[in-house]
């Protein structure tokens, strides 16, 4: 039988962040669809009357969730930027290795202070406050 070429897969390539951004770009797209379920799951829970509302707000109140809800929102956050980094990169701009590189780091920092911004602004819409009085 006639030995066909091989597919390249990771074993292939040289491991460097870009590939990591191209993994978490889509690592992002997956969690932010399951942050959307939850949040469809919170909006039916508000519909449904004060009983779910209360029940669906008292398993949002968990530190766990809250530490969830924070990466959620940075999930979709980051695959958004991401997104408008691709859509740009449709055009034929930003695919030189220095541009991808300074434009990978844009999205990074972007999509970390957005994502704090967006917890703040909700923090602050919600009354929480990071002041601890005595």
Same mark, same amino acid.
Request: aromatic share 12%; with cysteine.
């Given at each position: ?13 040289? #491991? ?6 191209? =993994? ?11 942050? @959307?379920?939850? @949040? ?18 008292? !398993? ?13 929102? #940075?999930? #979709? ?6 997104? =408008? ?31 704090? !911004?967006? =917890?703040? #602004? ?5 009354? @929480?406050?990071? !002041?601890?009085?005595?």
């Amino acid at each position: 039988m006639k030995q066909r070429p091989l597919s390249p897969h990771l074993g292939v390539y040289k #491991f460097a962040y870009t590939m990591s951004l191209s =993994i978490l770009h889509r690592i992002t797209g997956c969690a932010a669809a399951v942050g @959307f379920l939850l @949040f469809v799951w919170w909006l039916m829970a508000l519909a449904s009357g004060p009983d779910a509302y209360a029940h669906a707000m008292h !398993a949002l109140n968990s530190p766990l969730a809250k530490l969830l809800l924070a990466g959620f929102a #940075f999930s #979709f956050v980051y695959h958004f930027c991401n997104g =408008i980094r691709h859509l740009v990169w449709d055009t034929g701009r930003g695919l030189e290795r220095a541009q991808a590189r300074r434009s990978a780091a844009v999205v990074t920092v972007a999509a970390l202070l957005l994502t704090a !911004a967006a =917890i703040w #602004f909700g923090c602050q819409a919600m009354g @929480f406050s990071a !002041a601890v009085t005595p």
